[in-house]
């Protein structure tokens, strides 16, 4: 089994109330790959720029990620700056996003890749990922991401490819904001009618939402003291979640329940430190571990 | 087996996004009993004015509430005036509060209530809870309620009765405030050490977190579609978790995870319309019938 991820392949500059993280590896497929390899083979089509040196490559050293999609072109990666103030750890404030060589980011996708079954858009224009879409008639399960900035200045390309979607894998915000409804379930059921297959509403501090025409799954998040930096939470909440479903062979809503779980799981180490710090030294027994840990969390 | 209730009968002006009610019954010690009384024998202590006429004592009538505590003095009853914003429906905008008999309310627990093993002290000045305290020495299982007002203006009244609570049932916000920690894991902790022996920190719309010596429970709520009115969710939850734990006899922190699922069933119910007119035409087969069905929203 593997997975077939888009996205972004970045540079961060990141503030949190325990301290400040520059020029660190980020990027939603970074993320998100990293936390799938796991579970699974992970084919990355991104972009980086010449200053990803052999240091930032590291983070794909040894692990389940087959690289030959990372296209290197002249110019500078993906850069972001932000902060999670101490009032809310849990929302970024953007300082700065310099696109550099993503500008122009036009995902080929190799030809070894384009049978794949399992498909993982990261949050990048719905336009790319339409054009991935057609690149990959075979895929059998869709899932993507996106963002505010898409769903209000992109909505008619979002829409489209919303329709082919199997697993839609937003925030609440952007759940609300997609659906124009204020209260999340109805939030959820509206986006269902977009004609998105399944979505997982995803809460943060507070855990997620799953809905699909015959399921409504609901599960607290992992209770953490030690929140240092929550980036790429939500990415690497996917990579668990998808790496798994893969990893098992099935996408029915069952597996996706026990996928939120390690999602969920996975998500709670990256918050741990900054960066992808924490994620690089985890093994898949520190996975099953807290997994079950967290399972144990929530029986009555 | 039965609770003794000490709190406020009031009435309430509410708006929200939904619409108006306009002085109709409420008050924490109303929802909290109305709700234990699905359970098991409520024993209410409590004031209100001449102006809590027969139509407003419907409330109480054919219920496992009993009204030998409710006092009623010359004046006016306790009234609230708030709004839920549609911006943010789960949280109230206080417009008013006059306390009228309330403000001398000195409970008198009647002498055959003395002897009361379970004590439910609503949101009442911590002074007050110390009182009733004193008066029940044979307690065995003492919760309570308090708010940031008594966080703020009567510290050490609260910190002083705090070492006799066995389960502090307070909000997310009260439990950041009362522990001086921004993080709720930690809070909870800290809250231990003052002496109470275990917490729930009630999340509104995010659920709710259990903690003691030797348990953390995480639980979401109930995902509704249809909220109309948030007043005496939290007095409700607490009603369903304690009078259920009292119906089985068992303070254990099992029962007490059972018990916050039976509080998170009832209170989606008293959100489904304004006041007590959902709470009023329940009966117990609802309240099990809802239990299974979010029970099973948590299945994985």
């Not at 902060?83 to 550099?100: C, K, R």
Request: negative net charge; glycine residues 8%; charged residues 25%.
């Amino acid at each position: 089994m593997s997975i077939l991820a888009v996205g972004s392949v970045a540079f961060d500059c990141v503030k949190t109330p325990f301290g400040k993280a520059e020029n660190v590896v980020g990027g939603s497929c970074t993320y998100f790959s990293i936390a799938a390899s796991f579970f699974t083979d992970v084919n990355l089509v991104a972009v980086i720029g010449e200053d990803f040196d052999e240091k930032a490559m590291k983070v794909f050293e040894n692990r389940r990620i087959n690289l030959e999609g990372l296209e290197k072109k002249p110019g500078k990666t993906f850069r972001w700056e932000g902060e999670y103030p101490e009032d809310n750890i849990n929302e970024a404030v953007t300082y700065a996003t310099d696109l550099n060589v993503f500008m122009d980011f036009a995902p080929k996708i190799p030809e070894k890749y384009r049978n794949s079954r399992v498909l993982f858009l990261a949050n990048i224009d719905p336009d790319l990922q339409g054009s991935v879409l057609k690149q990959i008639p075979s895929a059998s399960l869709i899932s993507c991401d996106t963002m505010n900035h898409w769903i209000n200045d992109k909505r008619e390309s979002l829409e489209k490819i919303l329709k082919n979607i199997d697993l839609l894998v937003i925030n609440d915000g952007e759940t609300k904001l997609l659906s124009g409804e204020k209260n999340l379930i109805c939030a959820c059921e509206k986006i269902l009618d977009f004609g998105v297959k399944k979505i997982i509403s995803k809460k943060g501090e507070h855990g997620a939402v799953f809905m699909s025409k015959d399921t409504i799954f609901t599960v607290p998040s992992y209770p953490h003291k030690n929140v240092v930096d929550p980036t790429g939470a939500g990415d690497t909440f996917a990579g668990g979640l998808i790496g798994y479903i893969d990893s098992i062979n099935d996408y029915s809503d069952n597996a996706i329940k026990k996928g939120i779980i390690y999602g969920t799981t996975v998500a709670s180490f990256t918050i741990e430190d900054f960066s992808m710090n924490r994620l690089l030294q985890l093994n898949k027994s520190d996975i099953d571990k807290r997994f079950e840990e967290f399972s144990n969390l929530m029986k009555f």
